[in-house]
């Protein structure tokens, strides 16, 4: 189980703000990161807690502390504005975080 | 590039069945794993399951067991998910998504655009 907080966010462009998803047990590395945008489909962002994916801009940043997690964005731009959600791939059924507005 | 495109909406009656196909190309089909999503109208994702496109094996989330079944062609490139009995709890958009890699198979890294189903 994924609990990922805050549920909402309000930041500037230019902020620095940082989401955390907090594990139940130990899932390793085995987590990634999404960004969604109303009406489209979530976007890979992070996966193995901080493995960047191909093409997403290095303000995004993904790191482990034991069953916690953070994704943290750095000098938000006006399109970083959107929700975005944690996954764990450690157990079957692979879950999601419920979600951070980022507004 | 990879491109995963899904059918229509759909609008059905409860205890109706309901499929859904995601024809997928710009890769080689039976490399990764493609799985079905499906995020409900308050926003909550969950993961329905996964099938293999190569041997056709599946892993279902033991909420769906009995009440859906994947399938895939691979002279078209195509993957279906059926869902049976639904119930208004089943409105959602319904997403396939492929493994961003072979080894990284249950982190979807590319989606199809989504198709909502409405049970009213």
């Known amino acids: 189980q994924l609990t990922q907080s805050p549920a909402s966010l309000s930041a500037s462009v230019g902020d620095t703000v940082t989401v955390t998803c907090q594990a139940s047990q130990g899932i390793n590395d085995l987590l990634a990161w999404f960004q969604q945008k109303p009406g489209r489909a979530p976007k890979l962002l992070i996966y193995?807690?901080?493995t960047l994916e191909s093409g997403v801009p290095s303000r995004f940043s993904g790191r482990r502390s034991g069953t916690d997690f953070t994704l943290t964005i750095s000098s938000l731009q006006p399109d970083d504005f959107a929700t975005y959600y944690c996954?764990?791939?450690?157990?079957?059924?692979?879950?999601f975080g419920q979600g951070t507005r980022l507004e | 590039q990879v491109q995963l495109v899904q059918s229509g909406a759909e609008v059905k009656k409860p205890g109706a069945s309901v499929e859904i196909s995601c024809k997928a190309s710009?890769?080689?089909?039976?490399?990764?794993?493609m799985h079905w999503l499906r995020q409900l109208p308050g926003q909550e994702i969950e993961w329905m399951g996964k099938i293999s496109p190569s041997g056709g094996g599946t892993n279902y989330a033991q909420k769906f067991q009995g009440r859906v079944t994947m399938t895939r062609d691979r002279s078209t490139n195509t993957i279906y998910v059926e869902l049976r009995s639904l119930e208004s709890e089943d409105t959602a958009v319904y997403y396939c998504?492929?493994?961003?890699?072979?080894?990284?198979?249950?982190?979807?890294?590319?989606w199809g655009q989504g198709t909502l189903v409405t049970v009213s």
């Open positions: 998504a492929r493994g961003q890699s072979t080894v990284w198979h249950n982190v979807p890294s590319y």
């Open positions: 710009g890769y080689s089909f039976t490399t990764f794993d």
């Open positions: 193995a807690a901080s």
């Open positions: 996954q764990q791939v450690h157990t079957f059924p692979i879950t």
